[in-house]
T-cell receptor, first 115, second 113 residues
Framework: SQTIHQWPATLVQPVGSPLSLECTVE??????LYWYRQAAGRGLQLLFY??????ISSEVPQNLSASRPQDRQFILSSKKLLLSDSGFYLC??????????????FGEGSWLTVV | GEDVEQSLFLSVREGDSSVINCTYTDSSSTYLYWYKQEPGAGLQLLTY?????DMKQDQRLTVLLNKKDKHLSLRIADTQTGDSAIYFC?????????????FGSGTRLSIRP
């Protein structure tokens, strides 16, 4: 069965410091990978998605970036965090084809607090 | 553009039925989903329905789809304290990749004793 893991689960970082959140998926090949952000009391905002190694699409302008160095690894980064980057970050994956209903499966999330 | 809307809060008494409503704008939607998010956790897929279906039932969960009104609902029978969570409605347009899944803002369900 497929599993998704992301870490760290909780992070407190000062303003201006770098960020690296990592996500890996097991049990599937060539998944679509996603990073979402959920600000407090708000819905989900798609930040990045990737359909393959080295292929990253950005949905919103921001000081965050994403990379996919391996097929099942997705990394969310920032060189200098802003206070507004605080939130709950969710990694997710979906099967590479559309026949399964485009269902997205989420990791457990990472709480980021920028202080 | 596409949009998915849901009310932010719902409070029900334990043992009663909960009905969470959602409206969407994209008439070409092929799949509609309900996700559950417990406090501090990721989203868990509860159920989904194809757009050519009107109803889907899975144990205590019943999903109703009214394509004419673009209205989706999730009914939870015999609501329990463990059902306390945020419930997200989502839809994906016809032919769209999963990156085009649109999520609502979530409905926070709270249970009264």
């Amino acid at each position: 069965s497929q599993t998704i893991h992301q870490w760290p689960a909780t992070l407190v970082q000062p303003v201006g410091s770098p960020l690296s959140l990592e996500c890996t998926v097991e049990g599937t090949s060539n998944p679509n990978l996603y990073w979402y952000r959920q600000a407090a009391g708000r819905g989900l905002q798609l930040l990045f998605y990737s359909v393959g190694i080295g292929q990253i699409s950005s949905e919103v302008p921001q000081n965050l970036s994403a990379s996919r160095p391996q097929d099942r690894q997705f990394i969310l980064s920032s060189k200098k965090l802003l206070l507004s980057d605080s939130g709950f970050y969710l990694c997710a994956w979906s099967p590479p084809d559309s026949h399964s209903g485009n269902t997205i499966y989420f990791g457990e999330g990472s709480w980021l607090t920028v202080v | 553009g596409e949009d998915v809307e849901q009310s932010l809060f719902l409070s029900v008494r334990e043992g009663d039925s909960s009905v969470i409503n959602c409206t969407y704008t994209d008439s070409s939607s092929t799949y509609l989903y309900w996700y559950k998010q417990e406090p501090g956790a990721g989203l868990q897929l509860l159920t989904y329905i194809f757009s050519n279906m009107d109803m889907k039932q899975d144990q205590r969960l019943t999903v109703l789809l009214n394509k004419k009104d673009k209205h989706l609902s999730l009914r939870i029978a015999d609501t329990q304290t463990g059902d306390s969570a945020i419930y997200f409605c989502a839809e994906t347009p016809r032919g769209g990749s999963a990156s085009k899944i649109i999520f609502g803002s979530g409905t926070r369900l709270s249970i009264r004793p």
